[in-house]
């Protein structure tokens, strides 16, 4: 286990670095940041030169490739860090230098055990995009289909699962201090962006979920995700069709291409809801980079390391607020909060429709561009801390898609409003699943279900619990170990971090005189 010195000293650097871009400014001004947590980062940011304006995503670009992930994770948590910093860190979309075409050459190589020349006929050395986690190149193969190629960075696993390791650290500790952050609960970021990367470092699991969305997209006219090469694909390489087609963050070309951009946003919010709603398995990073219109006209995605998945009781909840919020019907939203658990249960419900009223009344009836999303998530936020909701991690990503989603909607046709775009596709799904024929067939299928299940479960439950029964606790987080000293081991933390900052301080000033 890494000694906590090690982490200090790794937290103490990119403190520096936050500092030295203003990204810590926040944190130390917000009322609610414990009292040792804000002496953390005076202590940072002592010596430096702090800009006026915050860049948090060039922050995160600067620490390294595992910080840019945590941003990204951090981007879809306005509550624990600003609406401000949440949208700058929705710039984080992962440019890096390239690798050099050798290291990658030799990493393909490794991966299928035979020459480059054996794989593809043609391979373009220059990439034509670099992330944090892998890089991608054109290429022709043996039977001449033109295809991407995406190639995992050598040595990222190792410095991921390092870094992560300390925002694990970082993230019990402050939790310890209880309040207000231990109800944002970073332990639960750190724990969702851990799962996301684990995917991403494996190409065989994010080509396997490009593979399944293709099926669930089939349905969905105008939407396309491209085909795997599986001959091609490995845990390190993952082959797939080459897209011709225009990025959609170009709306120029777009219009000059003759295309119909109201209608382009139109599908693209439909074919999110589709994903989120109908299937429950959703592509998590919709920015603009990772999206393309093809002549005929259809949206093609790629990219699919981080995707999102909810089960179909939640995407129930989750349909019914949607409708709610648009026909304001906020009563009937309150309730479905306390259903799911949400809000706990000693709130009262009409006082939680009301604080619901108060957010989406001001939204109703108006194109994007005229409603204040800043109001809107200040307003939710509000009402998450009033009635004691703790941070949801199933619907973390959902969040911070929907918000992209929107963006990419609204550079398109700034007019469009989104509560009229969405609210057919979530009417006609809830009256498929929710009407008295859905409602009758569900019911008796998950009865049968439930009947076919119960001997075996009650054998399970008898096996693993002898003497108490009941189920087992959901899965625990991991462990980490904290510093104690006594009952103040917080004040200890504080003064290694004070000695650590301070020998800093002093070989500075050595130096600069």
Request: with cysteine; charged share 25%.
């Amino acid at each position: 286990m890494t000694a906590h010195i090690t982490h200090i000293w790794r937290l103490l650097k990119w403190g520096r670095t936050l500092a030295r871009h203003g990204a810590l400014r926040g944190i130390e001004r917000d009322p609610m940041t414990p009292v040792p947590v804000r002496r953390l980062v005076r202590l940072a940011r002592l010596g430096a030169r702090v800009p006026k304006q915050p860049r948090y995503a060039d922050a995160f670009q600067s620490i390294g490739p595992a910080a840019i992930k945590l941003g990204q994770t951090l981007a879809t948590r306005p509550d624990l860090v600003g609406e401000v910093a949440a949208l700058d860190l929705l710039r984080l979309q992962d440019a890096l230098p390239p690798v050099p075409f050798a290291t990658i050459r030799a990493e393909i190589e490794a991966s299928f055990g035979k020459p480059l020349e054996q794989i593809y006929a043609r391979f373009d050395e220059v990439p034509v995009g670099a992330a944090s986690i892998a890089q991608v190149h054109r290429a022709l193969t043996t039977d001449g289909r033109d295809v991407a190629v995406k190639v995992i960075r050598p040595g990222v696993t190792e410095q991921f699962n390092r870094d992560i390791q300390t925002y694990e650290w970082a993230a019990a500790h402050v939790e310890q201090l209880g309040g207000e952050i231990a109800r944002l609960r970073p332990r639960m970021v750190i724990a969702n962006m851990k799962r996301w990367t684990a995917r991403e470092l494996d190409l065989r699991r994010e080509a396997a979920s490009a593979s399944e969305l293709a099926e669930a997209m089939v349905a969905e006219p105008g939407y396309r995700v491209p085909a795997i090469d599986w001959d091609r694909t490995t845990g390190k390489v993952m082959t797939m069709a080459w897209i011709d087609g225009i990025k959609i963050s170009d709306r120029e070309a777009l219009i000059a291409a003759g295309h119909d951009l109201p209608a382009i946003a139109a599908r693209l919010v439909n074919a999110f809801l589709r994903q989120a709603i109908a299937e429950g398995f959703f592509h998590a990073d919709m920015h603009q980079g990772n999206l393309f219109v093809c002549p005929d006209g259809d949206i093609v995605a790629i990219d699919f390391g981080i995707m999102g998945r909810i089960d179909r009781r939640a995407r129930m909840w989750l349909a019914e607020i949607l409708y709610g919020l648009i026909t304001g019907n906020y009563k009937r939203v309150a309730e479905i909060h306390f259903e799911a658990q949400y809000v706990p249960a000693h709130h009262n419900v009409a006082e939680f429709a009301t604080a619901l009223r108060a957010v989406g009344e001001p939204m109703r009836g108006k194109p994007v561009r005229e409603l204040s999303v800043g109001g809107m998530l200040d307003g939710l936020f509000a009402i998450t801390r009033d009635f004691d909701m703790q941070t949801q991690p199933h619907l973390l990503l959902l969040q911070k898609t929907m918000v992209m989603v929107e963006g990419v909607a609204t550079s398109l046709d700034p007019d469009i409003n989104l509560w009229e775009t969405s609210g057919p596709y979530v009417k006609g799904w809830l009256r498929d699943e929710l009407g008295p024929e859905a409602k009758a067939a569900n019911t008796l299928i998950e009865n049968w279900r439930t009947l076919q299940r119960l001997p075996a479960l009650v054998r399970r439950i008898e096996d693993a619990f002898p003497e108490k029964g009941g189920a087992p606790p959901p899965p625990p987080l991991s462990e980490v170990k904290l510093i104690r000293v006594g009952g103040g081991w917080r004040y200890a933390l504080v003064a290694v971090m004070a000695a650590a900052a301070g020998v800093g301080a002093t070989l500075l000033l050595s130096s600069s005189l």
